[in-house]
């Protein structure tokens, strides 16, 4: 299982690893590539050393950048190893998953070799994974075809120690973005040539054009070119095979159609707000079977001397693979590695979007905040006074509790209370308003029909003598199963999450205190039958404690009342009844 600080830690690794990646299609020449990709590694990764070595024409290696040590990139950049002398390194030491990692006690032997190298002497490693000066860490990029294009060399990690699975993971995946980028900047730098060959030789044009088709049909993605300015702006007028075959449509189709014709309904205004030229954007395309695929796009002008701007275009590259790492790795990183369920870190940040920081002390109806909004004048200088603002009633239905099993719909304004229909006066004499539904929470725990969001705490009973008697094994069974029994007796707008150990915590909108209360019932003899495991069947109890959410208070606050009451209903019960048996 996960420690409780790594999901932070690979939170923040995916965003700066997709900081770093982002840079790589900024570089205007493969020049600027390769030492984007260095410093990438240096900034990005953790390393204190990277270099690139590409591979030349003639099948050797050249140090082509290097990032981190001045002195170094003096003494080894414009250096070629020979071909066998890299393949001899590929196929040595230890295989991480592409990576190619030669320990100290391995690489003396190629001292000697024709490989360009820099490292210093140091002591053994006091302990297994300590990095020691002279360890090799190499990480091979590969065209689209499986051609060799370079080897990633790194060296020294800032925290001195040889990279974990994590670690290798993201220097694996930063090598398939920079064998991209590269290869992308060598079809760019082809493009460009050929369109420069397009304006300046004129007596030349069969030629050109020529070239410019073979790189246009047999570049490895996806290429357009569409009509600029006029009516049928847009419209694409060529296609490659690349692009046809990601989309599954013929290309005497796709001449029917222009982008913002394929795109995603959520992606429109991303495709209308890239520039014409320089423009970059990610969004999804529409295939022929209905289903969408992540590609980013980049559009370049094509420009007459006398005419100026004729046509776009534009080059498609498949980043679906890229975009279901990024999810997967957030989803890892929101939810409990054992259950599935959310975290504690996602469960706050559910319960957080629903509450703000104005205490909901008034109680009012909608139409009389709206009133209060835009009609009340009771102020002596005629400026608006508000005495109340909108509470939520009651919530009707799945799909309206406020949560969302896979994310809630979150308030992202600067100011938690903005409401943009209010004057400018009624927000700057009694605080601003907002179509934000404020949380509010039933009086008592009598029925008095108020709808909150209630906070049902969940704790099992009986379920350290089970680990400690059957094992981790069988204690992580359990929670499993109970993980899997909360989710099935919620609706599907509420939120089951696992606090942690044998803590559950379960959001659920719209319910009032009899209707919480019969929930917490309805899961506990969910959780009491037996469960089986390896042929012995278990029972745990549990023991719930129900707490409401309410606008100013903040999230470990409503957590922290929802445990207090659990407590006052276990201590409430005898030992004999909080077991299940």
Not at 139 to 158: C, F, K, N, Q, T
Not at 296 to 318: C, I, K, M, Q
Request: proline residues 4%; negative net charge; contains cysteine.
């Amino acid at each position: 299982m996960e420690t409780e600080s790594e999901p932070y830690v690979r939170l923040a690794t995916l965003r700066q690893l997709h900081r770093v990646v982002a840079d790589l299609n900024t570089a205007r020449s493969l020049a600027d590539t390769l030492q984007t990709v260095v410093d990438g590694i240096v900034v990005g990764l953790g390393y204190e050393l990277a270099c690139v070595n590409l591979v030349r024409p003639d099948g050797d290696l050249v140090v082509a950048a290097f990032a981190g040590d001045p002195a170094a990139e003096a003494l080894i950049t414009g250096r070629v190893g020979s071909r066998a002398s890299w393949e001899r390194r590929l196929t040595m030491g230890e295989n991480w998953d592409g990576l190619r990692f030669i320990p100290h006690t391995e690489g003396w032997i190629l001292m000697e070799d024709d490989v360009p190298q820099w490292h210093t002497d140091g002591p053994d490693p006091r302990f297994e994974d300590e990095w020691h000066p002279e360890d090799r860490l190499y990480a091979p990029m590969y065209a689209s075809g499986g051609e060799l294009l370079g080897v990633i060399s790194v060296d020294r990690p800032r925290n001195g120690r040889r990279p974990g699975a994590w670690g290798r993971e993201a220097l694996q995946m930063y090598a398939f973005q920079a064998a991209i980028a590269i290869s992308n900047a060598r079809l760019r730098a082809n493009m460009q040539r050929a369109l420069v060959r397009l304006e300046r030789e004129q007596q030349a044009l069969r030629a050109s054009e020529e070239s410019f088709r073979q790189a246009f049909e047999y570049a490895p993605s996806g290429m357009a070119i569409a009509e600029m300015g006029g009516d049928q702006h847009g419209r694409l007028l060529r296609t490659n095979d690349a692009l046809c075959r990601l989309l599954g449509r013929p290309a005497s189709v796709l001449r029917r159609y222009s982008f913002s014709d394929l795109v995603h309904p959520e992606d429109i205004g991303t495709l209308l707000r890239t520039s014409a030229e320089g423009g970059r954007a990610e969004l999804r395309l529409g295939r022929r079977d209905g289903t969408y695929v992540w590609v980013s796009l980049r559009n370049s002008v094509v420009a007459d001397a006398a005419d100026g701007p004729r046509f776009l275009l534009t080059h498609v590259e498949d980043i679906e693979e890229r975009k279901r790492h990024e999810l997967q790795l957030a989803h890892r990183a929101s939810h409990d590695s054992l259950t599935g369920l959310p975290n504690s870190a996602e469960l706050r940040s559910r319960l957080g979007a629903r509450l703000c920081r104005r205490p909901q002390s008034v109680r009012a109806t909608a139409v009389e905040a709206l009133d209060a909004a835009f009609e009340g004048r009771d102020g002596h200088d005629g400026r608006p006074v508000h005495d109340g603002h909108e509470v939520r009633a009651e919530a009707g239905g799945a799909g309206e509790h406020g949560f969302q099993a896979d994310g809630p719909d979150r308030y992202t304004g600067s100011d938690p209370f903005e409401f943009p229909g209010a004057p400018a006066a009624t927000q700057a004499a009694d605080g601003p308003y907002d179509h934000h539904v404020h949380t509010v929470a039933p009086a008592t725990d009598i029925d008095d029909g108020t709808k909150g969001l209630a906070v049902l705490f969940c704790d099992l009973d009986g379920f350290k003598s089970i680990n400690d008697r059957f094992g981790h094994h069988t204690g992580d069974a359990v929670l499993i199963e109970v993980a899997r029994r909360l989710t099935t007796g919620v609706r599907d707008g509420d939120t089951v999450a696992r606090l942690g150990g044998d803590e559950f915590v379960v959001l659920a909108d719209g319910l009032g205190a009899a209707d919480a209360a019969d929930l917490a019932v309805r899961l506990r003899n969910a959780i009491i039958p037996p469960i089986r495991v390896d042929g012995r069947a278990v029972r745990v109890g549990a023991s719930f404690g129900i707490g409401w959410a309410s606008c100013g208070m903040s999230a470990d606050e409503v957590l922290r009342s929802a445990d207090q009451r659990m407590y006052i209903e276990k201590r409430s019960r005898s030992k004999a009844h909080r077991r299940a048996g």
